[in-house]
């Protein structure tokens, strides 16, 4: 039996004059009380009609848009972790603006409106700022295009969040370092980011069905691609040699499956332990198409195990290979080697 799914509903314990305890659910829009309990007949008629009031009270505002935007297809293929946050964001744009009517987004200052409010939280947290407006600008621009609304404000907006990571590959040093000070849950994501060019969220959740012995084979979360990537002989060796605790290749120390914020808290103080700053679990994936690419890998054939189109390979390309000394040396190698080169190699200077 498949049970019914009820989002947006608040779940409060309240203490009785008797000293008993008592669990009631309310509707978080319209903060309606619903009866009965999840499961029961009631329950699911209340949240219905508090559904329904809700949806004809905000038809003609932001807030009627989010919640269309939030029951399409187009947010269901979201990734999980993707729709997780961009719910939290919609929130944030339901508190400020849940109000505002449609109308008010054919006025040309309704952007300078919401780049206001963006950047009021930029002083704070730039990033979590530009988030807010992207979510907003991914309503918008979905309702326009179902004729919704008439005009998007946001169709465009100049982003305050600057990180430029062009340089930020692990070195071998670095990658030492955090091998000698990390535990050997952390050592095995390690190699498997660097030998895979994977995500983190997609690692944590590898199992061993992935694994056949020669290839890794999965959908990547964010995207939904499906990736097979063949096994290094360094990468066979360590799994193979793994035991299987569990349906999950990596565990943390307690023999358990990675809780993502468990993960990033271990990986942290690995990485402080290490003396290793200013890199991310992430920029393995950008190593691993730096590596991928110094060993002569076409765009093609990194795309391929890392799983992006080949329309953005070119751009991962210019971003990681910015500053790698190995590409240069193989370069000026083949210009000093090379018999087109030669009359160039041959010229010094002569004294007048």
């Not at 360094?234 to 943390?252: C, G, H, I, K």
């Not at 730096?290 to 799983?307: D, K, R, S, V």
Request: glycine share 6%; hydrophobic share 40%; charged share 25%.
């Amino acid at each position: 039996m498949v049970r019914a799914s009820f989002p947006g509903v608040n779940r409060v314990t309240k203490t009785l004059a008797s000293g008993a305890k008592r669990v009631y659910y309310y509707h978080r829009a319209t903060n309606r009380r619903l009866a009965g309990k999840p499961g029961d007949v009631s329950f699911a008629t209340s949240y219905t009609e508090a559904e329904a009031s809700f949806t004809q009270r905000d038809r003609n505002t932001l807030a009627g848009l989010l919640r269309q935007y939030s029951n399409s297809l187009k947010f269901d293929r979201l990734a999980t972790s993707t729709k997780s946050d961009r719910r939290r964001l919609m929130r944030k744009i339901e508190d400020k603006f849940g109000t505002m009517p449609l109308a008010a987004l054919e006025d040309r200052r309704v952007k300078s409106i919401f780049l206001d409010w963006r950047d009021e939280t930029a002083r704070r947290a730039p990033r979590e700022a530009d988030n807010r407006l992207a979510t907003l600008q991914a309503v918008l621009s979905w309702s326009y295009d179902r004729g919704l609304i008439e005009k998007n404000p946001l169709e465009s907006f100049e982003r305050v969040y600057n990180s430029d990571r062009a340089d930020k590959i692990w070195l071998p040093s670095d990658i030492e370092r955090f091998m000698s000070k990390a535990s050997i849950g952390l050592q095995r994501a390690l190699i498997l980011a660097l030998h895979t060019g994977q995500r983190q969220g997609d690692l944590l959740k590898l199992s061993w069905s992935n694994y056949d012995g020669q290839y890794i084979r999965l959908r990547q979360g964010k995207g939904n691609v499906l990736v097979e990537i063949p096994c290094t002989k360094a990468l066979r060796a360590m799994l193979d040699n793994m035991p299987r605790e569990a349906a999950t290749v990596l565990l943390s120390a307690s023999g358990q499956p990675w809780k993502s914020k468990n993960f990033q808290h271990r990986w942290k103080d690995a990485m402080v332990a290490a003396k290793i700053e200013d890199l991310h679990f992430h920029d393995l994936r950008g190593t691993a198409v730096t590596m991928l690419a110094e060993a002569g890998c076409t765009a093609p054939q990194i795309a391929a195990i890392t799983g992006h189109s080949l329309r953005h390979v070119s751009g991962i390309l210019d971003k990681y290979l910015a500053k790698t000394r190995t590409l240069a040396d193989q370069a000026m190698s083949k210009f000093e080697n090379a018999q087109g080169t030669e009359f160039a190699n041959q010229l010094q200077t002569k004294a007048q």
